[in-house]
């Protein structure tokens, strides 16, 4: 599935998965957030709603670590980018000729939700949310069940609250696929109708 997505998708649905960045922060990224020396990604802003904004919270702005794998994808798409300048949006809209990051609704719309009716991952007649949070949400639930602490989850998720990340830790230690839909429907949204978490 992953594979037969084109490129810049393919690079920002792995950054997504890989690292649980809400899209608006991965929509967010210029070049110069990424240090491949340092292994990690810095948080500056956000892309939402055609604007660009501040990180959720101060928790939020911390280096999101970054695999040696995901740092080869990143070169990747670095090198084939038209947009390399340090200051340059990492997944530019082509159609304006890079001056502001793509749209969110339109990747999900576009490429993940067909891409995951193509997998099997949901059905082409499901109505519910399915989107770019659900791989941070994925991404909780692998932590919890591999055992890793909560403080090293909170860390990861960068959530400012620990309260957050417990409710992970409950939603996924009952583990049903119901209670992660039942979480998922509960989640807020943004003005945009982007989920908020």
Same mark, same amino acid.
């Given at each position: *599935? +992953?594979?037969?997505?084109?490129?810049?998708?393919? !690079?920002?649905?792995?950054? /997504?998965?890989?690292?649980?960045? =809400?899209?608006?922060? $991965? +929509?967010?990224?210029?070049?110069?957030?990424?240090?491949?020396?340092?292994?990690?990604?810095?948080?500056? =802003? @956000?892309?939402?709603? #055609?604007?660009?904004?501040?990180?959720?919270?101060?928790?939020?702005?911390?280096?999101?670590?970054?695999?040696?794998?995901? /740092?080869?994808?990143?070169?990747?798409?670095?090198?084939? @980018?038209?947009?390399?300048?340090?200051?340059?949006?990492?997944?530019?809209?082509?159609?304006?000729? #890079?001056?502001?990051? =793509?749209?969110?609704? *339109?990747?999900?719309?576009?490429?993940?939700?067909?891409?995951?009716?193509? &997998?099997?991952?949901?059905?082409?007649?499901?109505?519910?949310?399915?989107?770019? %949070?659900?791989?941070? %949400?994925?991404?909780?639930?692998?932590?919890?069940?591999?055992?890793?602490?909560?403080? !090293?989850?909170?860390?990861?998720?960068? %959530?400012?609250?620990?309260?957050?990340?417990?409710?992970?830790?409950?939603?996924?230690?009952?583990?049903?696929?119901?209670?992660? &839909?039942? $979480?998922?429907?509960?989640?807020? @949204?943004?003005? $945009?109708?982007? !989920?908020?978490?």
């Amino acid at each position: *599935m +992953l594979l037969e997505l084109p490129e810049p998708e393919r !690079t920002l649905t792995l950054l /997504a998965a890989g690292t649980g960045l =809400r899209i608006s922060e $991965c +929509l967010g990224l210029q070049w110069q957030d990424l240090s491949f020396t340092e292994s990690c990604i810095r948080v500056r =802003r @956000t892309w939402t709603c #055609g604007e660009v904004g501040l990180p959720k919270s101060k928790a939020s702005q911390a280096p999101v670590p970054l695999h040696p794998l995901l /740092a080869e994808f990143m070169q990747s798409w670095l090198r084939q @980018t038209p947009y390399s300048r340090p200051s340059d949006w990492v997944f530019p809209s082509f159609k304006l000729k #890079g001056k502001q990051p =793509r749209v969110a609704n *339109m990747l999900v719309e576009d490429y993940l939700r067909p891409a995951a009716i193509k &997998a099997g991952v949901i059905a082409s007649d499901w109505d519910g949310r399915f989107g770019f %949070h659900n791989f941070r %949400h994925s991404l909780a639930s692998y932590l919890v069940r591999t055992k890793t602490d909560v403080k !090293t989850v909170q860390a990861l998720l960068r %959530h400012s609250d620990v309260k957050t990340t417990l409710q992970l830790y409950s939603h996924s230690v009952t583990g049903s696929a119901r209670g992660n &839909a039942e $979480c998922d429907s509960q989640q807020k @949204t943004d003005k $945009c109708g982007l !989920t908020a978490d």
